[in-house]
């Protein structure tokens, strides 16, 4: 696994693999209204189990609802998925690459980089026979555009050591204008925090022919809280899933979704602004 932080972020950082390591390449997008979605993994590594595989999977959700999922080498798709970047490529943390400084450890065992942090869009897919387009929708690992803003966050409990690890960005015309890895309150140091929300009107649940369906998402969105001490600015933002892109058993004990979602907010006191996000999350089965 390469380490250095100066190694460009479009290389593949993985050279010999065994039963605990892959590699994922993640994709997503989201139209400006919410409704439709898309996600392309690409996975070298170990997948359920098993070394050495190489897997693609795409996920698309249209306006209606109808969601499609494939994981297999089929001819049922055809098409261009393409992104221009609004940003730098960052860090954990919201470095900017290069930094010699930076690192590229998220979490124990867990490595994490932005090529694209927050971009444009554009889609073009034919999925067995149904046309999917997205023109120029926004696209973010993690997770929004908000008017000027370009939000990024991941929230992930390890599963080595128990704690909850953090990154957070926000950049504005390009440039990052706030970065922490901190939840924890301070008096001069950047902070924040994610809440879950649970009474928004979108859960993500398992499409109509699914055997078995799973329970329905516990929670529908998030409640976003950012604070700079030292300029006195504190930034809050709401995410409400507004489409399940999908939703399906990780393993015994952990769902993973996919959605789209509508976004609002801006710097408190200030003008506040809507748009879009798309992104991931898990739960586990109670």
Not at 132 to 151: E, K, Q, T
Not at 175 to 199: C, M, N, Y
Request: net charge negative; charged share 15%.
């Amino acid at each position: 696994m390469s380490a250095d932080p100066l190694t460009p972020f479009d290389s593949p950082m993985v050279t010999t693999f065994n039963s605990t390591v892959s590699e994922n390449w993640s994709f997503d997008a989201a139209s400006p209204d919410g409704k439709t979605s898309v996600v392309l993994y690409l996975t070298r590594g170990t997948v359920s189990d098993v070394i050495g595989v190489q897997r693609g999977l795409i996920s698309v959700a249209w306006e209606n609802g109808t969601r499609y999922t494939e994981s297999h080498h089929q001819v049922t798709k055809r098409g261009t998925f393409s992104l221009k970047s609004k940003g730098a490529a960052i860090y954990p943390g919201g470095l900017q690459y290069p930094n010699a400084d930076a690192s590229v450890l998220f979490a124990p065992e867990m490595y994490w980089q932005e090529q694209v942090p927050v971009g444009k869009a554009e889609v073009h897919l034919n999925v067995g026979g149904t046309p999917f387009d997205l023109h120029v929708g926004d696209w973010n690992m993690a997770r929004a555009v908000i008017g000027p803003y370009g939000l990024m966050l991941w929230q992930y409990t390890s599963a080595v050591d128990g704690r909850s690890y953090f990154s957070a960005t926000l950049i504005r015309d390009g440039e990052v204008i706030f970065r922490t890895a901190d939840q924890k309150p301070s008096r001069s140091g950047t902070h924040g925090t994610v809440k879950l929300t649970f009474d928004g009107p979108v859960h993500l649940s398992s499409t109509p022919d699914a055997e078995p369906a799973l329970p329905e998402s516990r929670h529908s969105g998030y409640l976003v809280n950012w604070f700079s001490p030292k300029t006195g600015e504190h930034w809050r933002f709401a995410l409400d899933c507004s489409q399940k892109t999908f939703w399906f058993p990780a393993s015994e004990t952990v769902s993973v979704g996919q959605f789209a979602a509508i976004a609002s907010g801006g710097l408190v006191g200030a003008r506040k602004h809507k748009g879009v996000a798309s992104g991931s999350l898990q739960e586990y089965v109670l």
